[in-house]
């Protein structure tokens, strides 16, 4: 009651004192608050940027003092726009066979997913083949490249979705493809398919593209998958370098492809220069595995053909007679010797500084390669294709596809070894019919065209498995409009063989 009473006088007297100024609004009030807060945040900001950039001015010129200045690392080149277009289906593909013959096969599948608008999933590699190799595709190639630099061709799923997998319930319909197909065969008999079945899972990938007679476009992706969109997983590519490297620093080396593999050997039926009991090991072998369809094979009919891989004891005279001294340094890009190191001897002989990956990385560096057949024949794959010289025994898959490359990196030097011309020269040397001034003019002469310079591929249409391998040589892509004519000239047609 007091503090009213008071209230009320001092209202009953206002006007008997001076008249203050009037009240300032409240919204003025607040709006000068806030201004004044801003601006002090503002200088406060402005400052501690100010002292940041002094303090960071004083530490580089102190570091610089003692170390070189940081190189700014690139960025990666911008991806490819994605390509827009309706998927006419998802295809699964499971490829069969070694390192190399699935990278040709990868390389067809997307061309074939282009072909048909499909999406492709990133395919499945064989774990079930003589090597047992469990690695995936992510343990071999770099994924995630794969996939964004092919984006404007073709999408591609890291796996298949849930709902089309056998765990659903979704019954997937399986097929291998016509082997050597063109593209009337993938657009009237296997689009179709999709339709019906939205998913198609191609169980075998080996060869299932043609050689020739397809269009420049398609022609053309094959080859830009195989060069560009294919990278080793940068563990692979790390070691491989250095592999490289260090060959390099040691000078020139040649690249020997000595496929003279227990795999091989037992594949092809080829016992020249093995026991009786090592021939008898390999014939075992090879009726281990049925997908081996020839089973009763004559060692020397095949030899006389050209069919079989040289013995190291054979590439021994063939090296020397090309002209190799002991000087030359080789690298064997190749597993386990059949016969280990006994048959290596006379090669090791002629050429002392022969080296492989196992002498040249610590243990440690190999270790988690080990028992990984594809990831070490990776390795090889990138010494062969760094090579000075690279000299294939035998014209598997590896050696075709490392020729590709070495052509495509500007027709790199790369012997092609005639090997019936050979056997017939070897016998002849051995039977003292040729001395070895004759054997070794006969052996240069065979092969002064076979050195991987530029030449058309051989077209055999109704035998596509005796013509020229595209992969081996894929013209198409190693020259641009006229350049093509200067480049094979008329001296180089589809006639000539290699």
């Not at 992510?138 to 298949?160: A, C, K, N, P, Y």
């Amino acid at each position: 009651m007091e503090v009213r009473s008071d209230s009320n006088q001092g209202r009953s007297g206002d006007n008997k004192l001076p008249s203050p100024a009037a009240p300032k609004p409240r919204v003025q009030v607040w709006f000068v608050t806030v201004c004044s807060t801003i601006l002090i945040w503002t200088c406060l900001v402005q400052l501690f940027a100010a002292g940041e950039l002094w303090r960071t001015r004083i530490f580089t010129g102190q570091v610089s003092r003692f170390s070189a200045p940081v190189e700014p690392v690139p960025l990666p080149p911008p991806l490819p726009p994605a390509r827009n277009y309706t998927s006419n289906g998802v295809l699964l593909v499971s490829c069969n066979g070694g390192l190399n013959q699935m990278r040709s096969a990868i390389c067809d599948m997307v061309t074939v997913a282009r072909l048909l608008n499909l999406t492709l999933v990133v395919p499945e590699l064989d774990k079930t083949s003589f090597w047992a190799d469990p690695s995936g595709f992510e343990d071999i190639f770099d994924v995630r490249h794969f996939i964004d630099s092919l984006r404007d061709e073709v999408r591609i799923f890291r796996r298949l979705p849930k709902r089309y997998s056998s765990k659903y319930g979704y019954k997937m319909f399986e097929m291998p493809p016509v082997s050597w197909s063109d593209e009337n065969y993938y657009l009237k008999q296997v689009l179709p398919l999709f339709s019906k079945h939205r998913v198609v899972h191609f169980n075998r990938t080996d060869t299932r593209l043609a050689n020739n007679g397809l269009s420049l476009p398609l022609q053309w992706l094959r080859c830009r998958v195989n060069f560009q969109g294919l990278k080793f997983t940068p563990q692979l590519e790390a070691l491989g370098s250095k592999l490289v490297r260090i060959l390099q620093q040691r000078g020139p080396f040649v690249a020997l492809h000595l496929r003279y593999e227990m795999d091989m050997l037992a594949f092809s039926g080829c016992t020249h220069g093995c026991s009786e009991e090592e021939a008898e090991e390999l014939k075992k072998m090879r009726y281990t595995y049925p997908w081996w369809r020839e089973k009763e094979i004559n060692s020397e009919e095949r030899r006389a053909q050209g069919l079989c891989p040289l013995t190291p004891e054979e590439v021994a005279l063939v090296l020397k007679a090309l002209g190799f001294d002991k000087n030359t340094q080789i690298y064997i890009a190749a597993g386990e010797i059949y016969g280990s190191e006994h048959r290596l001897s006379v090669l090791r002989e002629a050429f002392p500084r022969i080296v492989k990956k196992e002498m040249l990385l610590e243990s440690s560096e190999l270790q988690q390669f080990q028992n990984h057949s594809s990831q070490m024949a990776a390795l090889d794959f990138m010494v062969s294709v760094a090579s000075n010289t690279f000299i294939p025994t035998y014209d598997g898959n590896m050696a075709k596809v490392v020729e590709g490359h070495r052509r495509y990196l500007g027709f790199k030097k790369t012997i092609l070894l005639d090997r019936k011309r050979l056997v017939e020269l070897l016998d002849l040397h051995h039977n003292k019919t040729l001395t070895w001034d004759q054997f070794a003019v006969a052996v240069k002469e065979a092969h002064e065209r076979r050195t991987g310079a530029p030449t058309h591929r051989r077209v055999i249409s109704d035998k596509p498995k005796e013509e020229d391998y595209f992969y081996a040589n894929p013209q198409e892509c190693l020259c641009e409009g006229t350049n093509c004519h200067d480049l094979y000239g008329h001296r180089n047609n589809s006639s000539l063989t290699r």
